[in-house]
């Protein structure tokens, strides 16, 4: 089995994998990407009252509170599925007919709040179906991508395969990527877009000026897509522009730190137009994002829509908050910050490299301290800080190799039952633990059934066990299917 045979089995598995943790949650964008998707219209008009962060400009329509570029990008799989769902629907008519109220067993009220409103409007089956649709065309692909991408990086970087294959399989499921997947999330799509645009400036190859400036130019078309997906990439791009400029500076003086932050900002023109674009549309001007024409809520209203300075409570919660800090999420991303002091290596990075990726996490850090919206995370899980991760693994590759094995053992071992467990039950990781250990593995399409079991999954009131535990034993199997079958002689074996 060559490189190509690994790569395609690792994709394999990242979406297998990635696609039986889905579920049925609806995000806002998601609204957004069926309107794209069936009419080609930025108004989600049809489903307002279904989401707290879709509102309504009086003669303008309605709207999302957040970028559109998720939403884009959603548009296409579900687009693609439409003839198969409406095909559904003709078949089965009463899918699509209105229901009466039902019981969601979850703490949390709104979520039974808005699926009892869109059971009134018949929507609920619908709406499920467009999230697996984008799940699976497009957060299980552009996972499984991401594995393979830094797979085929650290091959050439590190010169070792296998442990190119080990790390790439960590980073794809024992980090917050795996729990951010389950269903659309532009969180998660800016940390694809970072993982990309910092694998093509780092991919081994030619180092003359002309080569670099096209390498530029494409992180700049990846942070810009990034920053159409979420204002959160502002910070990002920042720093990578910085980079851009330092680097071309100690390689040629001004001269060529132009030439390279010219492609760079040359690479982001097409997504921001884009969005200038939308906001043009959607609110009558391009200058200002959605949440300038939000209605006042708690958190609006402090600073200007929500921004403030950085404070000291979120700067903690956003690392270590039981309930979405990020090292509690995946606590191996702490070791990290020995990076600054390793020797030199093969397998290290560049002192530019180190200082980019810790001003990139710092920078992000500091945005989303100053973001009081932030404080919602506890209804969602880790969140704001997701687009570090690439960054922050990145920095810890050369640590795992220095660390004892018993101690990088146990900080992988902890991310990973944190990242499994959370991705399974979609709980806060002390909740998701719990839950595994004491009821076993499942996955989240079966717990949400079981809490909506008199609505939808009568045989499934008792508990989703055995049922879970046998699913995930047809994942492993089928897993273990791709790894082994038509197998031949492999570097990794």
């Not at 909506?452 to 699913?471: D, E, H, K, M």
Request: charged share 15%.
């Amino acid at each position: 089995m060559g490189r190509s045979g690994i790569a395609t089995r690792l994709f394999l598995t990242a979406w297998l994998v990635y696609g039986a943790h889905l579920t049925s949650n609806v995000a806002r964008e998601t609204y957004l990407a069926m309107s794209i998707g069936e009419s080609l219209t930025f108004r989600v008009d049809p489903y307002l009252g279904l989401h707290d962060d879709l509102f309504e400009i009086p003669g303008r329509g309605s709207y999302i509170n957040s970028n559109p570029g998720a939403s884009m990008l959603g548009a296409l799989p579900y687009a693609l599925a439409r003839p198969a769902i409406a095909a559904l629907f003709r078949l089965k008519p009463a899918l699509g007919q209105p229901k009466p109220p039902a019981g969601y067993d979850d703490p949390r009220p709104n979520r039974a709040k808005f699926m009892n409103e869109m059971r009134a409007r018949g929507l609920d089956v619908k709406l499920a179906l467009a999230a697996f649709a984008i799940q699976l065309g497009l957060m299980a692909t552009l996972g499984a991508i991401a594995a393979v991408v830094l797979f085929r990086f650290l091959t050439h970087r590190l010169g070792d395969e296998r442990k190119a294959l080990w790390l790439a399989l960590l980073y794809t499921f024992a980090t917050p990527l795996f729990f951010r997947s389950a269903f659309l999330n532009q969180n998660a799509i800016v940390a694809h877009m970072v993982l990309f645009a910092w694998v093509g400036l780092g991919w081994p190859g030619p180092g003359d000026d002309s080569a670099r400036v096209r390498r530029w130019l494409g992180a700049g078309v990846f942070l810009g897509i990034g920053l159409l997906c979420d204002y959160s990439t502002v910070p990002l791009a920042f720093v990578f522009g910085c980079w851009a400029i330092w680097e071309g500076w100690a390689a040629g003086g001004l001269r060529a730190a132009a030439r390279r932050s010219i492609a760079y900002i040359a690479g982001t023109a097409g997504p921001v137009a884009l969005l200038l674009w939308y906001q043009w549309s959607a609110f009558g001007s391009p200058w200002f994002p959605a949440q300038r024409y939000m209605p006042a809520t708690e958190y609006s209203v402090l600073g200007w829509k929500g921004f403030t300075l950085p404070t000291f409570d979120l700067l903690w919660r956003n690392l270590f908050d039981p309930r979405f800090g990020l090292f509690v999420f995946c606590p191996m991303l702490v070791l990290a910050f020995a990076a600054p002091f390793l020797r030199r290596t093969r397998d290290a990075l560049t002192g530019r490299e180190v200082t980019i990726a810790l001003a990139g996490v710092g920078a992000l850090w500091l945005f989303s301290s100053a973001n009081q919206f932030a404080n919602l995370q506890w209804n969602t899980g880790v969140r704001y800080m997701v687009p570090a991760v690439p960054l922050l693994f990145f920095l810890l590759v050369p640590v795992l190799g220095v660390l004892p094995r018993w101690v990088s053992g146990i900080a992988i071992g902890a991310s990973l039952l944190v990242s499994w467990a959370t991705a399974m039950t979609r709980e806060d990781p002390l909740i998701a633990v719990r839950m595994v250990f004491t009821e076993g593995p499942t996955l989240p399409m079966l717990i949400v059934l079981r809490k909506t079991a008199a609505a939808y999954a009568p045989f499934l009131q008792t508990g989703v066990q055995p049922a879970g535990i046998i699913a995930v034993l047809v994942l492993a199997l089928t897993v273990w299917a791709v790894w082994r079958i038509g197998r031949g002689t492999s570097s990794v074996a």
